[in-house]
């Protein structure tokens, strides 16, 4: 996983550099197991339930 950060960098590099009207990458990434709280966290921060369950 460590190894994923660097990658992704690059790729913002990248199309910040190409242009961001081009592609868009979220700018905040949650990453887990399942039933993690992946989705709580996300919900969390933006303040509404938007995410399907179950």
């Known amino acids: ?5 660097p990658v ?3 790729l913002q590099d990248v199309f910040n550099t ?3 009207d081009v592609i868009q990458l979220p700018q905040i ?4 197991t399942q039933s993690s709280g992946k989705s709580s966290v996300l919900e969390n921060l933006v303040g509404r339930d ?3 369950r179950g």
């Open 18 to 20: 190409v242009g961001s």
């Open 50 to 52: 938007f995410l399907p």
């Open 29 to 32: 990434v949650v990453i887990g």
């Open 8 to 10: 992704i960098n690059k």
């Open 1 to 5: 996983m460590e190894s994923l950060i």
